[in-house]
């Protein structure tokens, strides 16, 4: 399929640049009738015995700035992920004069050059005592790109869920449940479960194929604890539905699927693309937010709704729904 088929005109003005308080104050579109809600409302419009899954993952303070020992130039590094040889993978801004061994000095952290630039990526060595002590000091949390407000409290772009730290951006969908949601859910028999998906480059990078099925994803790391397991199997033979927060969690629960349908727990590295045609195994139904218009997002909430979802995205412009990481939210039904 053509990336241009996933393409949508999304305004500016349409492109949240406030975060809402209280977070359940967002808007909810229930893209079975297309009917309007608040996201506190959410609790209603699932079933009792239903399953809650969200990504419990924790945005790094990614973004350092630092010079050049060799030239004084200024650098700036979005880590994107550790690597199991101890190297981080990095966006680097300006990266065309970059060259392997050239040293970026950071506020208690010096950052050498290993490989690249290639894309924009570099792949580098950080040396401090405490590295990821060193991160969370000297490093400002990564905003989306197309976001220009400002945050009060950075933690304003974590989720309550947030417990595990190595993502590059929030699984935006989290971002949405306060304490009162959850006490809704408690109140309806939903349980809830977690999984961890450390969201790296593809939140930021665009499909610069043509064709859908020529994209490559950029491997991300998650994992799924038995607890989870347990929890979808208990609402399987309950006759509950798997409802997703996210395509995070989405990714993370397909990726882990067998044949029958059931999750086994585990973590490995993935680099599931779902698109046009894919078989979900697990995931019922989808909390999300509205994505960038041709992104690798788009293309899952397409595959998971069919061309529902073009009904969806222009009802919800038409109706004034904010969109993107700090906008509202749908509902959708596999």
């Known amino acids: ?171 935006t969908a989290g971002l949405h449940f306060t304490p009162e949601v959850m006490a809704g859910l408690r109140l309806k028999e939903i349980q809830i479960a977690s999984v961890d998906l450390h969201v790296g480059i593809d939140t930021f990078r665009p499909i610069a194929a043509e064709e859908v099925e020529d994209h490559v994803m950029h491997s991300e790391w998650c994992s799924i604890p038995e607890s989870t397991t347990a929890a979808i199997a208990d609402a399987r033979a309950r006759g509950g539905r798997v409802v997703a927060v996210g395509t995070t969690v989405v990714r993370t629960l397909e990726s882990f699927a067998d044949g029958a349908g059931t999750v086994r727990a585990g973590e490995h590295l993935t680099d599931l693309f779902l698109s046009s045609g894919a078989q979900f195994r697990v995931v019922d139904a989808l909390v999300t937010n509205f994505h960038v218009p041709a992104s690798t997002l788009v293309v899952l909430v397409a595959a998971f709704m069919g061309e529902r979802w073009r009904e969806a995205y222009q009802t919800a412009l038409e109706r004034g729904y904010r969109f993107l990481s700090f906008g509202d939210a749908m509902l959708a039904e596999r």
């Open 1 to 171: 399929m053509k990336v241009e088929d996933f393409k949508y005109s999304l305004p500016d003005s349409a492109i949240a640049q406030v975060a809402i308080e209280p977070r359940h104050d967002s808007r909810l579109l229930d893209t079975r009738d297309m009917s309007d809600h608040r996201f506190l409302e959410l609790p209603a419009l699932l079933r009792p015995g239903d399953l809650v899954v969200v990504n419990e993952t924790r945005v790094r303070a990614a973004r350092l700035a630092g010079r050049r020992l060799d030239t004084g130039g200024s650098v700036e590094l979005l880590l994107l992920e550790a690597r199991p040889d101890g190297l981080w993978e990095a966006l680097a801004r300006p990266s065309r004069r970059l060259r392997p061994g050239i040293e970026i000095e950071i506020e208690g952290i010096t950052a050498r050059i290993v490989e690249g630039p290639g894309k924009g990526m570099v792949l580098v060595d950080l040396e401090a005592p405490d590295v990821e002590a060193a991160i969370d000091h000297a490093g400002n949390v990564p905003l989306p790109p197309y976001f220009h407000g400002a945050l009060d409290d950075p933690d304003r772009y974590q989720t309550i869920f947030a417990r595990s730290t190595g993502s590059a951006a929030a699984p």
